[in-house]
C-alpha cells in the first residue's frame, strides 16, 4: 500500500511560478513511474508530467513542455514539481499519482495505469 500527500499549490497570477510536491508513504517507493495529472472542472483528468523513479527519465505533455520541470528525491519518497510561466488554463486540480505495479503494461502518460493518487491540490492562475 502506498499513500501520496500533496503539497504546495494555490493562487498566483499569470506568467508566475509554482511549485507541487507529492510525499509517498507506507514503504519505501519502488514502483515504476510516479506522475502529476491535473482535472479542471467539467474535463477529464489529462497527464501533465511524469518521472520514471529508477531511472530518473521524464515525459511531458505538450502543453507544458518547456514551463514544467518535474523531478524526484529517491531517498525522501518524494516528487516535485516546479511550474513556470503559468497560463490561466493550467488551473486544475493537481493529482500525483504513483504507477507501481504495470510498469510493463502501461505508458507513464496512461492515467488508467496508476495504482495509487494523492487526494490533489488546486492550482488557480489568475488572468
Known amino acids: 500500500q502506498v499513500q501520496l500527500v500533496e503539497f504546495g499549490g494555490g493562487l498566483v ?45 521524464t515525459y511531458y505533455a505538450e502543453s507544458v513542455q518547456g514551463r514544467f520541470t518535474i523531478s524526484r528525491d529517491k531517498a525522501k519518497n518524494t516528487m516535485y514539481m516546479r511550474m513556470t510561466s503559468l497560463k490561466p ?5 493537481y493529482y500525483c499519482g504513483a504507477l507501481v505495479y504495470g510498469g510493463t503494461s502501461w505508458r507513464p502518460t496512461d492515467r488508467e495505469g496508476y495504482d495509487y493518487w494523492g487526494q490533489g491540490t488546486q492550482v488557480t492562475v489568475s488572468s
Open 89 to 93: 488554463e493550467d488551473t486544475a486540480v
Open 13 to 57: 497570477q499569470a506568467g508566475g511560478s509554482l511549485s507541487l510536491s507529492c510525499a509517498a508513504s507506507g514503504r519505501t517507493f519502488s514502483g515504476f513511474f510516479m506522475g502529476w495529472f491535473r482535472q479542471a472542472p467539467g474535463k477529464e483528468r489529462e497527464f501533465v508530467a511524469a518521472i520514471g523513479w529508477r531511472d530518473g527519465n
